[in-house]
């Protein structure tokens, strides 16, 4: 299945100050970044600063600043590799349900990004916060719009649907929405309030079966 470019594509600011070369830095760095990523998990965006990083890493608080040029530049290098992994993992889910009725599609999607976001509670709230970077908001759009190429893709070669700039535009909206749910549903309860993903779910469904039904995507 042909999708969109990913997010690796699309990003270009990794929020590093300089890239690292010898195994030392780049251990440092990872050592930063492991860091950086349990306290996001454990208190929030509120609870991190380059010189809690620099302790709970283990290096000294000029080490980080050689790298990362303040917060934001750390939090940019941070939420890359929560996306980087979201992509990986939502792009395997929906090449898993292509072959799947397509209310099954629903269900996968929606439950990898809850399980994500349940296990990433520091990426859930730099989201919920609107802590992205311009860069980083167009970066989670292309990561959105790769997931409702694939969508498209499926209800294109499975139920018959003609492909279309229409079609493409209903799948975005579709996977916009669902997005917005979700949100919704992790700022009401820190594991998704069940309501409100059981209703994400229920509007996501009718939502394309009504485009099912529409003759505009058919020939």
């Known amino acids: 299945m042909t999708q969109g470019k990913t997010i690796t594509d699309h990003f270009s600011a990794s929020g590093l100050r300089k890239a690292p070369r010898q ?3 780049k251990a440092r760095v990872e050592a930063i ?3 950086a990523r349990q306290i996001l998990d454990t208190g929030g965006v509120e609870a991190l600063t380059i010189r809690r990083v ?3 890493a283990g290096v000294p608080t000029g080490t ?3 790298f ?3 917060k934001s530049a750390l939090l940019t290098a941070v939420v890359r590799r929560y996306m980087e992994a979201s992509s990986a993992a939502m792009t395997a889910l929906v090449e898993q349900a292509s072959t799947a009725p397509w209310p099954e599609l629903v269900d996968s999607v929606l439950d990898g990004y809850v399980e994500l976001y349940r296990r990433n509670p520091g990426y859930l709230s730099i989201r919920i916060g609107r802590h992205l970077t311009p860069e980083l908001l167009a970066t989670d759009a292309a990561n959105n719009d790769a997931v409702a190429d694939g969508v498209r893709h499926i209800l294109v070669a499975r ?3 003609t492909d279309s700039p229409a079609l493409a535009t209903a799948c975005r909206a579709g996977v916009y929405a ?3 749910l979700l949100h919704l549903a992790f700022r009401t309860d820190p594991e998704g309030d069940p309501a409100t993903l059981a ?3 229920r509007i996501v469904t009718l939502y394309l079966t009504d485009v099912l039904a529409d003759p505009r995507y058919r020939s």
């Open 23 to 25: 195994a030392r830095s």
């Open 33 to 35: 970044l492991t860091a």
């Open 54 to 56: 620099a302790d709970e």
């Open 64 to 66: 980080v600043y050689q």
């Open 68 to 70: 990362f040029e303040d």
């Open 159 to 161: 139920e018959g649907l």
């Open 178 to 180: 669902a997005e917005a």
């Open 199 to 201: 209703e994400a779910k």
